[in-house]
């Protein structure tokens, strides 16, 4: 047995005004909660440190950077790091990363119980749209921020296991789990911010859009054999309403533990990491019924033939 207990740290929404500061207490207080339950690993969501600042139209890039971390950890969070390893607590955390050479990312790492950063990855899959078009009442402006990622779907060793990361949009793409799923991932880590209502589908609200949520998740732990931690930024951020539904899902495909609120909310499961070998030997067993060599894309641009030994 390979039990692994892991936090899924739902945030409730965080205003355009509030401070890095004020987040990072907020998020102290799930790790302080997670502690208490024994938590080895805690994961925060997409853009953990600010609002969803992408459904803002800005043309100052000095407005726009301002938004962003240009290191990780920084003074305003480097507290959290701090709590961490003094309780032996591994993080996963999203945010905008700003690198010194100027390039613009949405990412998320991982840290093993001391705080150092042992793995990174930079969203892929960037949802919305450039300019800004008046009429559409929801902005998602995430191309007009972001560059996508250029760090591919690696996966880290760490706590025991082989783990990998997704964000928001990512999680509803099956190649991006697969990729992971052929290096062997026996845990996804994802945080999302996901906007309660599809701008471009008004009919398309909470109910639908957390099926959908459910769905992407549940299909890529079972397809894959792999735990899957995905946790929401949700509520009321001025005005622009998020869905919650952070949820933890076994290699089966069910879910384990789910959230009730749209607020800060802390789910800890003890997660069995051999679990995931059942599925691996049949469903996605590489030799007797995995037909990698048809792959194509998938194998040579990645270059990803059979998990690390």
Not at 130 to 146: G, I, N, P, S, W
Request: glycine share 8%; aromatic share 10%.
């Amino acid at each position: 047995m390979r039990i692994l207990n892991v936090a899924a740290a739902q945030m409730g929404p965080i205003q355009k005004a509030e401070s890095r500061e004020a987040v990072v207490k907020r998020m102290l207080a799930l790790l302080a909660e997670a502690k208490a339950k024994g938590a080895d690993l805690v994961v925060y969501p997409e853009l953990a440190l600010t609002t969803f600042f992408p459904r803002y139209y800005m043309t100052d890039q000095k407005d726009v950077d301002a938004w962003f971390e240009s290191a990780m950890p920084n003074a305003a969070v480097q507290p959290l790091f701090d709590a961490a390893a003094a309780a032996n607590i591994a993080l996963s955390i999203g945010y905008a990363e700003l690198t010194p050479d100027g390039h613009h990312f949405n990412t998320q790492i991982l840290t093993d119980r001391t705080g150092k950063i042992i793995g990174k990855y930079r969203k892929i899959h960037l949802p919305g749209h450039v300019e800004f078009d008046a009429e559409r009442t929801h902005q998602h402006l995430e191309k007009r921020y972001f560059e996508p990622g250029d760090l591919g779907f690696p996966v880290f060793r760490a706590l025991g296991g082989i783990f990998g990361m997704l964000i928001c949009n990512d999680r509803r793409w099956p190649e991006a789990y697969r990729v992971m799923g052929l290096q062997g991932v026996e845990m996804v880590v994802l945080g999302y911010n996901t906007p309660s209502v599809n701008s471009q589908k008004s009919v398309e609200g909470p109910e639908q859009r957390l099926f959908h949520n459910r769905l992407s998740v549940q299909a890529g732990a079972y397809q894959n054999s792999t735990f899957v931690v995905a946790v929401a930024k949700g509520g009321n951020e001025d005005g622009f309403p998020l869905i919650g539904g952070s949820l933890i899902v076994d290699p089966n495909g069910v879910i384990l533990a789910e959230a009730e609120t749209e607020a800060d909310e802390l789910l800890v499961c003890a997660c069995d990491l051999d679990d995931t070998a059942f599925g691996k030997k049949t469903i996605f067993d590489f030799e007797r019924h995995r037909r990698i060599e048809h792959y194509g894309r998938i194998t040579s641009q990645t270059g990803v033939i059979l998990p690390p030994e």
